[in-house]
């Protein structure tokens, strides 16, 4: 059984200040407890407020948005994995296409930063997926398995179990366009079905493949209906308390 994995990616917003009084609010609003497993992923410059906010025994778990691979160095304006770690990060999302389009990343870049995540115990949130003339001219499937092999090449079995895949499709994210749930479940199915065939079965079922583009208060119970869909990668509506609250006590009723 995969547990439901719902993720709110900050992007460039909050300050600390702001993001402190955020998650406070929001922990408030949560149900008491719940099965699904609830992570924000606040700007680097938030993190600490962000923890501190929290506590340690918080039901709401910390990811980045991203790091870079080398340890320590000279690489001015970047943040390692071990600072992460040390800041009680638990995820790093990786590979997010916006870093893809706007800061040129590749999947040989992703590939490396993956291999740190996993090196200094942080679970990587790998996000793949199309745009939409590669969706319209039926590149969908090869654009995501090519994302997949170049990212994830090699990886031992043991380590993909600590690795969550996000499907974005491009033409979805920040549009209000979201996937409907059959374009959403064919995509989910072609990344296990890659996973499956290059790893195992047993690696494949085990690992957890979200959804995110648009995802809202008002779609999110369709999309977790399906058994392929095992949570959400959350940007707009997780800004909002009302929204990212109901997103989660959604998610928590559904029970998947
Ligand atoms: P969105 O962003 O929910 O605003 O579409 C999702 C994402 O970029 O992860």
């Not at 606040?42 to 600490?48: G, I, K, M, Q, S």
Request: glycine share 8%; proline share 4%.
């Amino acid at each position: 059984m995969r547990r439901t994995l719902i993720v709110g990616n900050w992007k460039m917003n909050k300050t600390a200040s702001e993001a402190a009084t955020f998650v406070r609010e929001l922990e408030k609003r949560l149900p008491a407890s719940s099965s699904v497993e609830l992570v924000v992923a606040p700007p680097f410059t938030a993190l600490e407020s962000v923890r501190a906010a929290l506590g340690p025994s918080s039901p709401i778990q910390l990811s980045a948005q991203n790091l870079f691979w080398e340890d320590h160095g000279a690489y001015t304006g970047e943040v390692s994995a071990p600072m992460l770690k040390d800041l009680g990060c638990r995820y790093v999302i990786l590979g997010h296409s916006e870093r893809r389009t706007l800061f040129g990343e590749r999947d040989d870049g992703i590939h490396k930063k993956i291999r740190a995540a996993l090196t200094h115990g942080l679970r990587p949130i790998l996000c793949v997926g199309e745009s939409l003339a590669q969706r319209e001219s039926g590149k969908t499937d090869g654009v995501l398995t090519q994302q997949l092999r170049g990212s994830l090449a090699e990886l031992a079995p043991q380590a993909m179990a600590a690795i969550a895949i996000a499907y974005e499709p491009v033409w979805a994210i920040g549009t209000g366009k979201a996937a409907t749930r059959d374009q959403a479940v064919d995509a989910h199915r072609v990344i296990r079905e890659f996973l499956a065939s290059t790893w195992s079965p047993d690696t494949a079922n085990a690992m957890r493949i979200v959804y995110g583009g648009s995802v809202t208060p008002q779609n999110i119970g369709s999309l977790l209906k399906s058994d392929q869909i095992d949570g959400a990668l959350v940007g707009g509506a997780c800004l909002e308390l009302d929204s990212f609250a109901r997103i989660a006590s959604d998610a928590a009723s559904i029970g998947v």
